[in-house]
């Protein structure tokens, strides 16, 4: 992999430095990802990162709050610019972040050093691949994750809960609502588990989860239904779940979010849940 120049793109005092590539993961095109962070010790978190953006918007400048916050917990990020919705529904953007993933176990001692722990995280429509790379991750055998960290994910098309109905979300015209509709195109892509992990109806074998939401967060429900249903399908899932207000799933888009109020309680739980390998306790910042 050829790692282009280290630009440095915050106004914050000592951002984590960043360097982008493109990667032949067996996919028609190559991928583009960004790689932050340094090598660590034995043991590192790499952790494989997809931003938001409804599945039909966002670029690796999306994600950089988010892969920021993962590398001030302690981590290795690499970020993936995954295909979009508009141009390649589903299983296209799964498919290539399973495949990002899979070539980061192969090379995860050259990214993160010796014996680095895998992990995938996303926040929006990212949270929602990261999920279903787990689940093909278990499906496949391979390969191992220690870990998921889901904020603010786009779990469910149904789009019904009390959640989105409070924050006026969710309707027709809604940005969730249209990023649903063009990332499946069919209906019946609605009932698998890869394109909406939030109503997979087997989720025994997965990873610890570690899953961030907010008390103004739309897709809060989703999250915490998620988080619950993981917990009762024996995975050890966690909730954070942080005061409002946040202005979250948008706000993690933005990339002085990794300066926001809301920021340090999300670093913390990050911290612990990487340190650890498997959940904390969960965190009520409400």
């Given at each position: 992999?050829?790692?282009?120049?280290?630009?440095?793109?915050?106004?914050?005092?000592?951002?984590?430095?960043?360097?982008?590539?493109?990667?032949?993961?067996?996919?028609?095109?190559?991928?583009?990802?960004?790689?932050?962070?340094?090598?660590?010790?034995?043991?590192?978190?790499?952790?494989?990162?997809?931003?938001?953006?409804?599945?039909?918007s966002?670029?690796?400048?999306?994600?950089?709050?988010?892969?920021?916050?993962?590398v001030?917990?302690?981590?290795?990020v690499?970020s993936?610019?995954?295909?979009?919705?508009?141009?390649?529904p589903?299983?296209?953007?799964?498919?290539?972040?399973?495949?990002?993933?899979?070539?980061?176990?192969?090379?995860?001692?050259?990214?993160?050093?010796?014996?680095?722990?895998?992990?995938?995280?996303?926040?929006?429509?990212?949270?929602?691949?990261?999920?279903?790379?787990?689940?093909?991750?278990?499906?496949?055998?391979?390969?191992?994750?220690?870990?998921?960290?889901?904020?603010?994910?786009?779990?469910?098309?149904?789009l019904?809960?009390?959640?989105?109905?409070?924050?006026?979300?969710?309707?027709?015209?809604?940005?969730?609502?249209?990023?649903?509709?063009?990332?499946?195109r069919?209906?019946?892509?609605?009932?698998?588990?890869?394109?909406?992990?939030?109503?997979?109806?087997?989720?025994a074998?997965?990873?610890?989860?570690?899953?961030?939401?907010?008390?103004?967060?739309?897709?809060?429900?989703?999250?915490?239904?998620?988080?619950?249903?993981?917990?009762?399908?024996?995975?050890?899932?966690?909730?954070?779940?942080?005061?409002?207000?946040?202005g979250w799933?948008?706000?993690?888009?933005?990339?002085?979010?990794?300066?926001?109020?809301?920021s340090?309680?999300?670093?913390?739980?990050?911290?612990?849940?990487?340190?650890?390998?498997?959940?904390?306790?969960?965190?009520?910042?409400?």
């Open positions: 992999m050829s790692l282009a120049h280290t630009p440095q793109a915050s106004a914050s005092a000592q951002p984590p430095a960043w360097r982008d590539s493109r990667i032949d993961v067996g996919l028609p095109a190559k991928l583009g990802v960004r790689l932050y962070g340094l090598r660590d010790g034995p043991g590192a978190a790499l952790v494989i990162h997809f931003h938001g953006g409804a599945f039909v966002g670029t690796l400048d999306s994600g950089i709050a988010t892969a920021r916050l993962l001030a917990a302690g981590a290795v690499l993936v610019d995954y295909p979009l919705a508009s141009a390649e589903f299983p296209a953007a799964v498919e290539a972040g399973y495949a990002a993933l899979s070539w980061a176990f192969r090379a995860r001692t050259r990214l993160a050093g010796t014996r680095a722990r895998l992990f995938v995280a996303g926040e929006e429509a990212g949270g929602n691949l990261a999920a279903a790379s787990a689940l093909i991750a278990r499906d496949r055998g391979a390969p191992p994750l220690a870990g998921q960290i889901l904020l603010s994910p786009m779990l469910d098309p149904c019904g809960t009390a959640s989105l109905r409070r924050n006026r979300a969710g309707a027709a015209g809604c940005p969730l609502a249209e990023g649903w509709c063009t990332y499946l069919e209906p019946a892509a609605a009932e698998h588990p890869y394109a909406a992990p939030g109503r997979s109806v087997r989720l074998g997965l990873p610890p989860a570690l899953l961030v939401t907010a008390n103004d967060d739309p897709l809060q429900d989703e999250a915490r239904a998620y988080a619950a249903r993981l917990r009762a399908a024996g995975v050890p899932a966690a909730e954070c779940v942080l005061a409002a207000p946040t799933p948008g706000a993690l888009g933005i990339p002085a979010g990794e300066d926001a109020p809301w340090e309680p999300v670093r913390r739980a990050m911290r612990e849940f990487l340190a650890a390998g498997a959940t904390p306790a969960a965190c009520d910042h409400a």
